[in-house]
């Protein structure tokens, strides 16, 4: 006998998606990359899969991120990637899944319709749409449903995102389509400036993860990591070794257009809101909150604390979980 309705919360995101399911918790985490056959637009491969094809395939076979800036870019593919995670996680239910959806707070209402009806094509029953701020103050624990004021800060791989929340509902919010991919971007130019050597993305994603950081380190601290890419002159393969501080110096102006997003919440924020900020600091989530000093950077540059938030990079996934919970109250202030 099959469970009569899944409940599953989707972390929609540019890099990964996470899904929750009721009662389970989080059942999948896998990179949002689909592999195609470009000439029958088969999909071949989707999630940790196809990521491991990025950059390695023949022409005729095509992988891609359908999502950029945390919206949709390729409407099909991205249907099929939801369908194909769906199918994974409702297991044997009978009906079609009641879904909550995260989405980025800057997104249009065309967007928004986008998502909810790729979800509905993918076999949802209801579809319901949260704003990724407060869905990630959700899985951050904070105590959202209180008059007092929460801020969270969300970087993802397509969106950094700054809110302040209170009472199940968003106050003040700004975001800005810089994220990971855009500080592995930041890398991929720097090196092409200064060595004269292309590098792909995964290897820009890999050089942030093992040596980034948002701030110098001491001498004493410092890591090396040795680069392989090709030579811009030459043609020809070649190997360079860069170091951290090399590497802060790259990631400074995407880091200075998240903390201008995080500056004009603040603000904007009431002032009774404000002090409570100043009490408890702000959350950061989404996987770019790993980087290195990023909390750090950001605490010398807005002067408000900023800590990590446990498991920064489900939180989102987990608020759309608490939101299944509390579907009755956030349909009066929230759901769109």
Do not use: W
Not at 110 to 123: F, K, P, T, W, Y
Not at 140 to 158: H, K
Not at 295 to 303: A, Q, S, Y
Not at 311 to 335: H, M
């Amino acid at each position: 006998m099959g469970i009569l309705r899944a409940e599953i919360g989707v972390d929609l995101g540019t890099v990964n998606v996470l899904i929750y399911v009721r009662g389970k918790g989080i059942v999948i985490q896998e990179p949002s990359v689909v592999a195609i056959l470009t000439r029958e637009e088969l999909v071949v491969e989707v999630g940790e899969e196809a990521r491991q094809m990025y950059g390695r395939t023949p022409d005729e076979i095509e992988v891609a991120r359908p999502l950029r800036d945390g919206v949709i870019a390729d409407y099909q593919v991205t249907q099929k990637m939801l369908q194909h995670f769906l199918n994974r996680a409702k297991g044997f239910s009978l009906l079609p899944p009641r879904v909550v959806i995260g989405v980025p707070y800057g997104v249009t209402n065309v967007e928004r319709r986008a998502v909810r009806e790729a979800a509905l094509e993918a076999g949802a029953g209801e579809v319901f749409l949260i704003r990724e701020p407060l869905a990630a103050a959700y899985g951050a624990g904070l105590p959202v449903d209180t008059a007092t004021g929460n801020m969270v800060v969300d970087i993802g791989g397509g969106t950094a995102e700054a809110a302040v929340v209170s009472m199940n509902g968003i106050v003040v919010a700004n975001s800005v389509r810089v994220g990971g991919l855009k500080l592995d971007a930041a890398i991929q130019n720097f090196i092409r400036r200064k060595y004269n050597l292309a590098i792909g993305e995964p290897t820009a994603e890999e050089i942030k993860i093992n040596i980034g950081s948002a701030l110098p380190l001491p001498k004493d601290e410092e890591m090396y990591m040795e680069v392989q890419g090709r030579d811009q002159v030459t043609g020809l393969p070649r190997t360079i070794e860069v170091s951290t501080n090399e590497i802060v110096e790259a990631l400074q102006e995407p880091l200075a257009q998240i903390t201008a997003c995080v500056k004009s919440v603040l603000e904007r924020t009431p002032p009774e809101l404000a002090s409570d900020i100043i009490d408890r600091g702000m959350a950061m989530t989404g996987g770019t909150a790993l980087l290195r000093k990023l909390d750090e950077f950001l605490t010398r540059e807005t002067g408000v604390p900023a800590y990590v938030a446990d498991a920064p990079v489900a939180c989102v996934a987990l608020g759309t979980g608490r939101a299944l919970e509390n579907i009755e109250i956030l349909k009066r202030t929230e759901f769109v």
